[in-house]
T-cell receptor, first 115, second 111 residues
Framework: GAGVSQTPSNKVTEKGKYVELRCDPI?????LYWYRQSLGQGPEFLIY??????ADDSGLPNDRFFAVRPEGSVSTLKIQRTERGDSAVYLC????WGTGANVLTFGAGSRLTVL | TQLLEQSPQFLSIQEGENLTVYCNSS?????LQWYRQEPGEGPVLLVT?????EVKKLKRLTFQFGDARKDSSLHITAAQPGDTGLYLC???????????FGAGTRLTVKP
């Protein structure tokens, strides 16, 4: 597509529920990033994919968080047993591998609210 | 602990004033980027600096990368209300391909 698409744009769930957030990157972009942004803060790195594999998942806060990118395009961020502290905007970005300066294009984000 | 420290965290100025925001780290970066983010949207790239000591100008915005590639600054001349937003710096570390962001500087320019 023309840009990075994230769905849903808003998700309200109850504590303890399971949530999936989807990211559809720019066609042809091999690198995909997930960030989490709390109100008034900068994006916090979660995980980055190069193709189908997670090149760096050191930002995932705990084992309730998991992300996949099975075909090297669309990615899903999965959060199990959600907690109120998981409430944030989850941003996805993609970039074209090998550009050196690694320019990221961001989606508008998925706002997650855990009640 | 943030890998990239941005200062000031908040800045409120009058239209026409000049301002500088800073991005500092103890790490060396192969490149550093500045983004601007509007409410409800993702960050949008303003500039990428790659070479130590590099200076780039984008209309009223001047970006500088430190000689040691650990820090950067953004200077805005004659700020306008349209410059209001969250300014984020992000660094690409050597031997890594992940981008790490600072906490941002929230700029408000009053007419």
């Amino acid at each position: 597509g023309a840009g990075v698409s994230q769905t849903p744009s808003n998700k309200v769930t109850e504590k303890g529920k399971y949530v999936e957030l989807r990211c559809d990157p720019i066609s042809g972009h091999t690198a995909l990033y997930w960030y989490r942004q709390s109100l008034g803060q900068g994006p916090e790195f979660l995980i980055y994919f190069q193709g189908t594999g997670a090149a760096d998942d050191s930002g995932l806060p705990n084992d309730r968080f998991f992300a996949v990118r099975p075909e090297g395009s669309v990615s899903t961020l999965k959060i199990q047993r959600t907690e109120r502290g998981d409430s944030a905007v989850y941003l996805c970005a993609s970039s074209l591998w090998g550009t050196g300066a690694n320019v990221l294009t961001f989606g508008a984000g998925s706002r997650l609210t855990v009640l | 602990t943030q890998l990239l420290e941005q200062s000031p965290q908040f800045l409120s100025i009058q239209e026409g004033e000049n301002l500088t925001v800073y991005c500092n780290s103890s790490s060396v970066f192969s490149s550093l980027q500045w983004y601007r983010q509007e409410p409800g949207e993702g960050p949008v790239l303003l500039v990428t600096v790659v070479t130590g000591g590099e200076v780039k100008k984008l209309k009223r915005l001047t970006f500088q990368f430190g000689d040691a590639r650990k820090d950067s600054s953004l200077h805005i001349t004659a700020a306008q209300p349209g410059d209001t937003g969250l300014y984020l710096c992000a660094g690409l570390r050597r031997n890594n391909n992940d981008m790490r962001f600072g906490a941002g500087t929230r700029l408000t320019v009053k007419p």
